[in-house]
């Protein structure tokens, strides 16, 4: 039960912190009703609609989990302040010393991924309530008494040995209530470990920052936690803390410490976290070629060269221009919805990382999105119903006015029949143009031919050979190859022919 030791001989890590492990910190600060300074999070809907866990395994190059969780942190809260930005990028190229990221990388903490939830948990979920009793502090001075009056009372050491056993008992079952909490003090105390050993390093100020100072609070915690620590080959120490209380007495108070200093214990896990997020942006520009640097302006429009999509390896890059708003059409399976997530998510890795995957030109924004809607029974939800509460998030945050806003929309309100849809579909586009940047894509060409000039039109296509080029082009798409994909996949002449007789009504 007692605190480990700050870990050894763990692998390498580089990119390989399982998404599930790098959100808990974030999940853990934003159930908190906390948000990072100058950022705003991601909303659920936007977050799963961008695929964050592959955009995060294909960006992430982190050593540690600690730095993991950073990074992931960054993604699903990308900035809205100019200065977290620029601060942010000084000391990427602070990290772009190899030397000096060959050194952080080897003293920043090693924690394995079995312990990726002691320090969100600790830290950020509500302080941990500890049962108190004044009996091992009873049994603790009983103990020392004894021990001091033994010398001129030799009967005395009945009545030890009685609360020897009493308080090994004690803390034998002590040890479940209190196995977690200890178990999370020796994680957080190998991560103090770790932030006091890169601090020594000679790091810029601006790397620095006020580190010093929080580590302050690293001595009040090692020296308790040293006395769990300390183990012999003969059990004795372990004999002593047991008929001592120690482990139980030290767990309490540690715990106690660090809820009354839990925000300086934050920063530190952050500004250790976050080197190795910045050493991980920093190698990510060297060795990704596709990976360049985006110029952050206040046009209120994105222009990007030769955007590509970060998760898909050999992945199709497209010029993009969004001016008030971008309607694409085209073929199924021809790469709308995976464009449409290109840029939303190069928004994203614009605003958390200060990379993109393509050149690229835009100034600050919001992104929502509303693209995998289906339906839900769970709440008794049909798929059109599913779609309006989803567009009406949309809706409702173009209503409230603010930043500008990206709004992503993938074939919108398709629940409904065309008759229907696609007033409703030119109406919600026109109405979250009229003040933001719109991306959407359908199927309905009417719906291509009703919005204003304001959107402009771009579609993708399939090759005459078969397969697709993936390559956006302007104006609207001439076809469908609906009827050729129910061919390819065999579907019965007949079938195909009543089509094309019902078609030609």
Same mark, same amino acid.
């Given at each position: 039960?007692?605190?480990?030791?700050?870990?050894?001989?763990?692998?390498?890590?580089?990119?390989?912190?399982?998404?599930?492990?790098?959100?808990?910190?974030?999940?853990?600060?934003?159930?908190?009703?906390?948000?990072?300074?100058?950022?705003?999070?991601?909303?659920?809907?936007?977050?799963?609609?961008?695929?964050?866990?592959?955009?995060?395994?294909?960006?992430? /190059?982190?050593?540690?989990?600690?730095?993991?969780?950073?990074?992931?942190?960054?993604?699903?809260?990308?900035?809205?302040?100019?200065?977290?930005?620029?601060?942010?990028?000084?000391?990427?190229?602070?990290?772009?010393?190899?030397?000096? /990221?060959?050194?952080?990388?080897?003293?920043?903490?090693?924690?394995?991924?079995?312990?990726?939830?002691?320090?969100?948990?600790?830290?950020?979920?509500?302080?941990?309530?500890?049962?108190? %009793?004044?009996?091992?502090?009873?049994?603790?001075?009983?103990?020392?008494?004894?021990?001091?009056?033994?010398?001129?009372?030799? =009967?005395?050491?009945?009545?030890?040995?009685?609360?020897? %056993?009493?308080?090994?008992?004690?803390?034998?079952?002590?040890?479940?209530?209190?196995?977690?909490?200890?178990?999370?003090?020796?994680?957080?105390?190998?991560?103090?470990?770790?932030?006091?050993?890169?601090?020594?390093?000679?790091?810029?100020?601006?790397?620095?920052?006020?580190?010093? /100072?929080?580590?302050?609070?690293?001595?009040?915690? %090692?020296?308790?936690?040293?006395?769990?620590?300390?183990?012999?080959?003969?059990?004795?120490?372990?004999?002593?803390?047991?008929?001592?209380?120690?482990?139980?007495?030290?767990?309490?108070?540690?715990?106690?410490?660090?809820?009354?200093?839990?925000?300086?214990?934050?920063?530190?896990?952050?500004?250790?976290?976050?080197?190795?997020?910045?050493?991980?942006?920093?190698?990510?520009?060297?060795?990704?070629?596709?990976?360049?640097?985006?110029?952050?302006?206040?046009?209120?429009?994105?222009?990007?060269?030769?955007?590509?999509?970060?998760?898909?390896?050999?992945?199709?890059?497209?010029?993009?221009?969004?001016?008030?708003?971008?309607?694409?059409?085209? %073929?199924?399976?021809?790469?709308?919805?995976?464009?449409? #997530?290109?840029?939303?998510?190069?928004?994203?890795?614009?605003?958390?990382?200060?990379?993109?995957?393509?050149?690229? #030109?835009? @100034?600050?924004?919001?992104?929502?999105?509303?693209?995998?809607?289906?339906?839900?029974?769970?709440?008794?939800?049909?798929?059109?119903?599913?779609?309006?509460?989803?567009?009406?998030?949309?809706?409702?945050?173009?209503?409230?006015?603010?930043?500008?806003?990206?709004?992503?929309?993938?074939?919108?309100?398709?629940?409904?029949?065309?008759?229907?849809?696609? @007033?409703?579909?030119?109406?919600?586009?026109?109405?979250?143009?009229?003040?933001?940047?719109?991306?959407?894509? =359908?199927?309905?060409?009417?719906?291509?031919?009703?919005?204003?000039?304001?959107?402009? #039109?771009?579609?993708? =296509?399939?090759?005459?050979? +078969? +397969?697709?080029?993936?390559?956006?082009?302007?104006?609207?798409?001439?076809?469908?190859?609906?009827?050729?994909?129910?061919?390819?996949?065999?579907?019965? @002449?007949?079938?195909?022919?009543?089509?094309?007789?019902?078609?030609?009504?």
């Amino acid at each position: 039960m007692d605190p480990r030791k700050a870990p050894v001989d763990l692998p390498e890590r580089t990119g390989q912190t399982s998404p599930a492990h790098a959100r808990l910190l974030a999940d853990a600060e934003r159930a908190s009703g906390e948000t990072p300074v100058g950022c705003e999070w991601l909303d659920d809907q936007t977050a799963a609609d961008l695929d964050v866990p592959l955009v995060f395994q294909a960006v992430d /190059r982190t050593k540690t989990i600690t730095g993991a969780q950073s990074l992931w942190r960054w993604l699903v809260a990308p900035a809205v302040d100019r200065s977290v930005l620029d601060t942010r990028e000084r000391k990427v190229q602070l990290l772009g010393d190899a030397a000096l /990221r060959r050194d952080v990388e080897e003293r920043v903490p090693l924690i394995g991924e079995a312990d990726a939830e002691y320090i969100p948990e600790l830290l950020w979920h509500a302080p941990p309530a500890l049962r108190t %009793s004044m009996i091992p502090i009873v049994l603790f001075a009983a103990m020392i008494a004894c021990l001091v009056f033994l010398p001129f009372h030799s =009967t005395l050491i009945v009545p030890l040995l009685v609360l020897g %056993s009493a308080s090994s008992l004690y803390d034998m079952v002590a040890q479940r209530a209190l196995a977690r909490h200890a178990d999370a003090l020796g994680v957080l105390g190998s991560v103090l470990d770790g932030a006091a050993r890169v601090s020594q390093l000679p790091l810029p100020a601006e790397l620095r920052g006020d580190i010093d /100072r929080d580590l302050g609070i690293r001595a009040k915690l %090692s020296k308790r936690l040293l006395l769990l620590r300390i183990n012999d080959p003969f059990g004795l120490f372990e004999l002593l803390r047991a008929m001592f209380l120690v482990r139980v007495l030290v767990v309490h108070r540690c715990v106690a410490i660090v809820a009354a200093e839990r925000e300086r214990l934050r920063r530190i896990v952050l500004w250790v976290g976050e080197l190795d997020a910045l050493q991980a942006v920093a190698q990510l520009r060297e060795r990704d070629l596709r990976v360049r640097v985006p110029d952050i302006t206040d046009d209120p429009a994105i222009e990007a060269g030769n955007l590509a999509h970060p998760a898909l390896a050999n992945a199709v890059g497209n010029d993009v221009a969004v001016r008030g708003g971008l309607l694409v059409t085209g %073929s199924n399976a021809s790469g709308k919805s995976t464009f449409l #997530r290109a840029v939303a998510i190069n928004v994203v890795l614009a605003q958390s990382l200060r990379i993109t995957f393509g050149t690229w #030109r835009a @100034p600050l924004m919001r992104v929502r999105c509303a693209m995998r809607i289906n339906d839900d029974l769970a709440r008794g939800l049909s798929t059109y119903a599913a779609e309006v509460a989803s567009v009406g998030r949309l809706v409702h945050a173009a209503e409230e006015g603010g930043p500008l806003t990206l709004f992503v929309l993938d074939e919108p309100f398709h629940g409904t029949n065309p008759v229907v849809r696609v @007033p409703i579909v030119v109406a919600v586009l026109e109405h979250l143009g009229a003040s933001h940047l719109v991306l959407a894509a =359908t199927h309905d060409l009417d719906v291509a031919q009703l919005v204003s000039d304001r959107f402009e #039109r771009c579609y993708f =296509t399939e090759l005459e050979s +078969g +397969g697709f080029d993936r390559k956006l082009k302007l104006g609207i798409a001439p076809s469908s190859n609906a009827l050729a994909l129910l061919e390819r996949a065999g579907y019965p @002449p007949a079938v195909l022919s009543r089509i094309e007789a019902l078609r030609a009504r």
